[in-house]
């Protein structure tokens, strides 16, 4: 299975130096968080963006896909079905980076809520390390089996709204503390009042760090 979604091409007109992938949650499309991109693309212009559609559908909804299907809210159910969609989405960053022309350490991965939890997963068990990885109202998911499986250590950003309803607040301390004890150079950022979305400060972080990232 392959993937595909919206793309945006660097906005100076030039071939891409560095490219960014953007990864929904569950119920959402490339076409929702690509409008991120619209954002971020001012201060990245020689970038290239992806926003992949996930490999599942949603039954009877339009245009609305998932990683994995959400029955118990198990972590269980969240450990299996990252496992079983990361190898789609490992093999899409492979293909797009090699579209492109450029090597995994300018690649930025940016996640929101289901989104981040495959960013996490996928990123952090790439044998070739990204330039980094954006999570955003997300988890990271069966932190006690990262120290073993982990490949490589890209810097984390994670960002999350302290009213968040769907995702709750303090899974972004758990992951941080995870990610510092696997050796991963963490940093959060906390959207005060900020329910399960991106607020302009939590873009504001994300936007600096990926200027940081990708030089």
């Given amino acids: ?88 989405l490992d093999a899409f960053i492979t293909t797009e980076l090699e579209a492109a022309g450029l090597t995994p350490d300018r690649l930025l991965l940016v996640g929101f809520s289901q989104g981040t939890m495959m960013a996490l997963h996928v990123g952090l068990r790439r044998s070739d390390p990204v330039a980094g990885i954006v999570g955003i109202s997300g988890m990271l998911i069966s932190p006690e089996r990262l120290s073993a499986e982990i490949r490589s250590r890209p810097p984390v950003l994670l960002v999350h709204g302290t009213e968040d309803e769907v995702v709750p607040f303090r899974s972004m301390d758990m992951a941080s503390t995870a990610l510092s004890a696997a050796g991963v150079a963490v940093e959060t950022h906390a959207s005060a009042g900020t329910g399960h979305t991106v607020a302009p400060d939590g873009l504001a972080a994300a936007i600096a760090f990926a200027r940081r990232v990708l030089g």
């Fill in 1 to 88: 299975m392959s993937l595909n979604g919206p793309r945006l091409t660097p906005l100076s007109g030039s071939a891409p130096d560095a490219l960014v992938v953007l990864v929904h949650g569950y119920g959402s499309n490339g076409d929702d968080l690509i409008a991120l991109a619209a954002a971020i693309r001012p201060a990245l212009p020689n970038a290239a963006f992806v926003a992949p559609n996930a490999p599942g559908r949603l039954p009877n909804m339009t245009a609305a896909y998932q990683w994995w299907p959400i029955e118990t809210f198990s972590m269980a159910e969240r450990a299996a079905g990252a496992a079983a969609a990361a190898p789609v």
